[in-house]
């Protein structure tokens, strides 16, 4: 489908086609295997600039939005959603100092994200607050000019080898939802360390580990906005970067449904190949429609995002939610159109499968997106507004 793309974005896309094909494809099973962070990839997607697509230019980005940021994920996601998550888990570090920072944060903290210099985390869930992050526990209490953190953030994507990390704490237990404030944390401050690195069913070359704050004290500088402002940067964050976890899931979808047609179409199954059997034919067609069909949503909810119209929580919602259940769908067909080789490592359809399964669970999983697609389309109805 031709989804108009410019120029600028087409030559995007090919970049990351090019870094994802020729540096990322011969590595990618070493790196699952292994679970180490792709620091050689991470330079190479810096030295071509696409860390900072969607930073302004004045913070050395190239001043484009959510739409480019999804169209190279998609790219490195098609052959490893793994590696791709070191550029989209740090757009995810990113966008609360985007949407929330002063200028000086954003001079300060921006600036070496868009090149690439450094790399960024996201730090919400607690072991005892994942889907409700209200029940979180982690503090920030104010001590003259600083704040005092104490308390630990679990499953952080790209903690430990990020630099910057945007925590969200308690301020003010009794007002609940508006207690929470974002802060930034850099690396190497005194009382911030790192717990258990998780070994995980996929995305095995991003890094997920737990954040722990002992007597951290920080400068009332690190406060993102203003205090309780927490949640709210946490949801508007969430309808930018969700797409770019939907991104993801696509990416894999894509890759999933080519060696799948790669396969079928060469593997020989009674003097003729498995696609020229009909039901095999269905099975692909019905991938491939389901994949477009993500392509659509996604695409559209990414230019919607960018048109800054209206906030788009609905769509950024249903976009994550569509891509990855599709994305675990077809990967799982993808195994099963493999046959006993699907289960095999040495294709990389199993790797794909396990990898599906996650973009269900992050930035919300995805009954948390239902019971949002469910509340909008109630507040909707009750505001009497239509499509
Ligand atoms: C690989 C990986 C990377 C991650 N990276 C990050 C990161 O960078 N930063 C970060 O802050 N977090 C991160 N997370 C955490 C992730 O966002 C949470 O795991 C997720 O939000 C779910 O929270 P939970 O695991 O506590 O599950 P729970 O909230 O305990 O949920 C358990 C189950 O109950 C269901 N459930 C819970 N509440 C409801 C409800 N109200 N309605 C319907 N069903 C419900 C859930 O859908 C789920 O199936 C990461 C997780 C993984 C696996």
């Given at each position: 489908?031709?989804?108009?793309?410019?120029?600028?974005?087409?030559?995007?896309?090919?970049?990351?086609?090019?870094?994802?094909?020729?540096?990322?494809?011969?590595?990618?099973?070493?790196?699952?295997?292994?679970?180490?962070?792709?620091?050689?990839?991470?330079?190479?997607?810096?030295?071509?600039?696409?860390?900072?697509?969607?930073?302004?230019?004045?913070?050395?980005?190239?001043?484009?939005?959510?739409?480019?940021?999804?169209?190279?994920?998609?790219?490195?996601?098609?052959?490893?959603?793994?590696?791709?998550?070191?550029?989209?888990?740090?757009?995810?570090?990113?966008?609360?100092?985007?949407?929330?920072?002063?200028?000086?944060?954003?001079?300060?903290?921006?600036?070496?994200?868009?090149?690439?210099?450094?790399?960024?985390?996201?730090?919400?869930?607690?072991?005892?607050?994942?889907?409700?992050?209200?029940?979180?526990?982690?503090?920030?209490?104010?001590?003259?000019?600083?704040?005092?953190?104490?308390?630990?953030?679990?499953?952080?994507?790209?903690?430990?080898?990020?630099?910057?990390?945007?925590?969200?704490?308690?301020?003010?237990?009794?007002?609940?939802?508006?207690?929470?404030?974002?802060f930034v944390v850099e690396k190497d401050t005194p009382g911030f360390d790192f717990g258990k690195k998780e070994n995980k069913l996929g995305i095995r070359a991003s890094s997920t580990r737990e954040l722990v704050f002992d007597d951290c004290r920080l400068?009332?500088?690190?406060?993102?906005?203003?205090?309780?402002?927490?949640?709210?940067?946490?949801?508007?964050?969430?309808?930018?970067?969700?797409?770019?976890?939907?991104?993801?899931?696509?990416?894999?979808?894509?890759?999933?449904?080519?060696?799948?047609?790669?396969?079928?179409?060469?593997?020989?199954?009674?003097?003729?190949?498995?696609?020229?059997?009909?039901?095999?034919?269905?099975?692909?067609?019905?991938?491939?429609?389901?994949?477009?069909?993500s392509r659509a949503l996604l695409y559209a909810t990414a230019r919607m995002v960018d048109s800054g119209k209206t906030r788009s929580t609905k769509e950024s919602a249903m976009s994550k939610l569509y891509c990855s259940d599709i994305a675990m769908r077809v990967a799982s067909d993808a195994v099963g159109l493999f046959g006993e080789r699907?289960?095999?490592?040495?294709?990389?359809?199993?790797?794909?499968?396990?990898?599906?399964?996650?973009?269900?669970?992050?930035?919300?999983?995805?009954?948390?997106?239902?019971?949002?697609?469910?509340?909008?389309?109630?507040?909707?109805?009750?505001?009497?507004?239509?499509?």
């Amino acid at each position: 489908m031709d989804y108009n793309l410019t120029d600028e974005q087409k030559d995007l896309v090919a970049v990351a086609r090019g870094i994802a094909e020729e540096n990322m494809k011969p590595v990618r099973r070493q790196y699952d295997r292994e679970g180490t962070y792709p620091w050689d990839i991470v330079r190479l997607l810096a030295d071509a600039g696409l860390f900072g697509v969607y930073i302004p230019k004045e913070y050395g980005g190239r001043g484009m939005g959510v739409f480019e940021l999804v169209l190279v994920v998609e790219e490195l996601s098609r052959v490893d959603a793994g590696i791709a998550l070191c550029l989209a888990g740090t757009a995810l570090g990113a966008y609360p100092i985007l949407l929330g920072g002063n200028d000086e944060q954003k001079e300060k903290y921006l600036t070496p994200l868009a090149k690439g210099e450094k790399v960024a985390a996201f730090a919400l869930t607690e072991h005892e607050a994942g889907s409700n992050p209200i029940a979180m526990t982690t503090s920030a209490v104010k001590d003259g000019d600083s704040y005092i953190v104490n308390g630990a953030k679990c499953f952080i994507t790209n903690g430990g080898d990020a630099d910057i990390y945007t925590l969200m704490a308690v301020t003010n237990k009794q007002k609940g939802a508006r207690g929470i404030s974002a802060f930034v944390v850099e690396k190497d401050t005194p009382g911030f360390d790192f717990g258990k690195k998780e070994n995980k069913l996929g995305i095995r070359a991003s890094s997920t580990r737990e954040l722990v704050f002992d007597d951290c004290r920080l400068p009332k500088e690190n406060l993102l906005a203003r205090e309780g402002m927490g949640l709210i940067l946490t949801l508007r964050t969430f309808d930018a970067t969700r797409p770019g976890v939907a991104a993801q899931a696509l990416g894999i979808a894509t890759g999933a449904l080519e060696e799948a047609i790669a396969f079928t179409t060469s593997h020989p199954a009674g003097g003729e190949s498995l696609a020229s059997s009909q039901g095999i034919q269905h099975k692909l067609a019905d991938m491939a429609t389901e994949v477009e069909a993500s392509r659509a949503l996604l695409y559209a909810t990414a230019r919607m995002v960018d048109s800054g119209k209206t906030r788009s929580t609905k769509e950024s919602a249903m976009s994550k939610l569509y891509c990855s259940d599709i994305a675990m769908r077809v990967a799982s067909d993808a195994v099963g159109l493999f046959g006993e080789r699907g289960c095999l490592n040495d294709y990389p359809v199993e790797k794909m499968m396990r990898d599906a399964k996650i973009t269900q669970i992050y930035e919300g999983t995805n009954q948390i997106q239902r019971n949002e697609i469910a509340l909008a389309l109630i507040k909707e109805m009750a505001a009497g507004s239509s499509r």
